[in-house]
């Protein structure tokens, strides 16, 4: 038996040393052009038949200022654009010593919901994020029962 018979024909291969091609699956990934003329010059540039082209990348963390109402200052969180939210409110209110519901984060005056991602609220980096501690009314039906 030869070292074909490994192989899933889910996978098809044309050589047993050579892996299977796999399309991209992160909107992220850039395709890759091979060129005799190619170079890497810097991190952020491709020399191209003695023209510079910039090559852009998104990128994959957002820096997000976070200040609560009795703070005077910001925490920096630095986050993943797919990460959902509730990791940084959760690693905000253990700084401050209390459970993450205790809290209503707020941006631009919307709030921000714990199954939120950064990419969802469109979020740039250095965006601030307001952290309100939340506040339960006490008034209801039974505050109205007046005994004689």
Same mark, same amino acid.
């Given at each position: 038996?030869?070292?074909?018979?490994?192989?899933?024909?889910? /996978?098809?291969?044309?050589?047993?040393?050579?892996?299977?091609?796999?399309?991209?699956?992160?909107?992220?990934?850039?395709?890759?052009?091979?060129?005799?003329?190619?170079?890497?010059?810097?991190?952020?540039? %491709?020399?191209?038949?003695?023209?510079?082209?910039? %090559?852009?990348?998104?990128?994959?963390?957002?820096?997000?200022?976070?200040?609560?109402?009795? /703070?005077?200052?910001?925490?920096?969180?630095?986050?993943?654009?797919?990460?959902?939210?509730?990791?940084?409110?959760?690693?905000?209110?253990?700084?401050?010593?209390?459970?993450?519901?205790?809290?209503?984060?707020?941006?631009?005056?919307?709030?921000?919901? /714990?199954?939120?991602?950064?990419?969802?609220?469109?979020?740039?980096?250095?965006?601030?994020?307001?952290?309100?501690?939340?506040?339960?009314?006490?008034?209801?039906?039974?505050?109205?029962?007046?005994?004689?």
């Amino acid at each position: 038996m030869g070292l074909n018979h490994h192989r899933s024909a889910v /996978e098809p291969s044309t050589s047993p040393f050579q892996p299977p091609s796999k399309p991209p699956s992160d909107r992220r990934e850039r395709p890759v052009e091979i060129m005799s003329t190619t170079s890497r010059v810097g991190s952020n540039e %491709v020399k191209i038949e003695g023209k510079k082209r910039k %090559v852009v990348s998104e990128p994959t963390h957002v820096t997000l200022k976070v200040k609560g109402q009795d /703070e005077e200052e910001f925490r920096v969180f630095w986050v993943r654009r797919n990460v959902k939210l509730l990791k940084m409110m959760e690693v905000y209110t253990k700084m401050r010593g209390v459970e993450w519901n205790t809290f209503r984060f707020l941006f631009d005056g919307s709030r921000i919901r /714990e199954y939120h991602t950064p990419d969802e609220l469109e979020l740039k980096d250095g965006d601030e994020i307001d952290a309100m501690l939340y506040q339960q009314s006490g008034f209801g039906p039974s505050s109205l029962i007046f005994r004689v």
